[in-house]
């Protein structure tokens, strides 16, 4: 008999949920906006919702428990929220505490990036390697790493808050306060912000005929139609994201980096230009390591948090 979880990945725009099977696969999958500026009772409630949405597909006896992927900065180790800026009142909350009175299942709270890393690595694109490096390009940037074989967590379970790392002196400001942070330069945000700059100061453009509705797929649209302007920037943002790709290389020597996010689903637009990137710019003994796509796409993070709850259990190996 098959033994489940439930993953949740929280986001400051949506909370998606899945029952996930010991195997990684998703049996049943729902999302919904979240509330993000009506405080934690209401966030709590719609997990709490879309939980017992899912319990009821097989029997809550079936429900090993639930992990919540959710963004940061955590205290994966305390289970507390310490300051989640996209989501109003998740400032020292016992967010896994509260969720377990609620829902009377075991909780296990990871930071995004890390169980997007931990999906990855059980189930998908990094499935039998020993080292990784987990990038999620969207909004913002995150990202999680297996070294030796073992999820690295660091103080507090904050490890892997990769787009903060300074790939610039003295540059553009970052949501986090700093300047010439990777998040600032390579995130989907920054590109598309990167693209309306551009668009302003040169007219000669298709993108100048989108107006406000511009984002990231209407610039790699254009690319892919051939307009000079998209092209470029396509190009632009390939090379950030090697330098940063490079940068991670050298810090934990990976097998293989993962791409995932919502940036992602352009990889084949980007690869070759990142990949070009780390070829170039990498000592020589790092110039091998791939650049691929995340396997599970947008599931990376509710399939590794279930995973962690899976593995709660006393007949599971600790991560």
């Not at 405080?39 to 079936?62: K, N, W």
């Not at 080292?131 to 074989?149: K, R």
Request: hydrophobic share 45%; aromatic share 4%; charged share 20%.
């Amino acid at each position: 008999m098959s033994r489940f979880a439930i993953g949740i990945d929280l986001g400051g725009t949506q909370v998606r949920a899945a029952l996930v099977d010991e195997h990684g696969k998703i049996h049943q999958r729902l999302e919904e906006r979240t509330d993000a500026e009506a405080g934690p009772d209401r966030v709590l409630g719609q997990i709490a919702g879309l939980t017992e949405r899912l319990r009821s597909a097989c029997g809550p006896a079936d429900v090993a428990g639930l992990g919540v992927s959710a963004p940061g900065p955590l205290d994966t180790e305390l289970g507390i929220a310490l300051d989640i800026p996209t989501l109003r009142g998740f400032s020292d909350y016992p967010l896994r505490e509260e969720l377990q009175k609620r829902l009377r299942l075991p909780v296990s709270l990871e930071n995004d990036g890390i169980a997007a890393a931990i999906g990855e690595w059980q189930f998908g694109a990094g499935l039998g390697l020993r080292n990784l490096v987990y990038v999620t390009v969207s909004t913002g940037i995150g990202g999680g790493v297996i070294a030796d074989g073992r999820v690295l967590r660091g103080r507090k379970g904050m490890a892997g808050h990769v787009g903060h790392m300074s790939i610039v002196p003295d540059g553009l400001m970052c949501s986090c306060g700093a300047r010439g942070c990777f998040e600032a330069y390579a995130s989907g945000t920054a590109f598309t912000r990167r693209a309306r700059m551009r668009i302003a100061a040169c007219e000669e453009t298709s993108l100048a005929k989108i107006g406000d509705a511009l984002d990231s797929r209407s610039v790699f649209a254009a690319a892919e139609n051939g307009d000079p302007v998209a092209q470029a920037l396509v190009a632009e943002e390939a090379a950030i994201l090697g330098r940063g790709f490079t940068s991670l290389i050298h810090i934990f020597s990976p097998e293989i980096v993962i791409m995932g996010g919502g940036l992602s689903q352009q990889f084949d637009r980007l690869q070759a230009g990142i990949q070009s990137h780390v070829e170039r710019c990498a000592m020589p003994a790092f110039r091998d390591v791939r650049v691929v796509p995340a396997a599970l796409g947008q599931n990376s993070g509710v399939v590794g948090a279930a995973a962690l709850a899976l593995l709660l259990q006393p007949s599971a190996v600790a991560l």
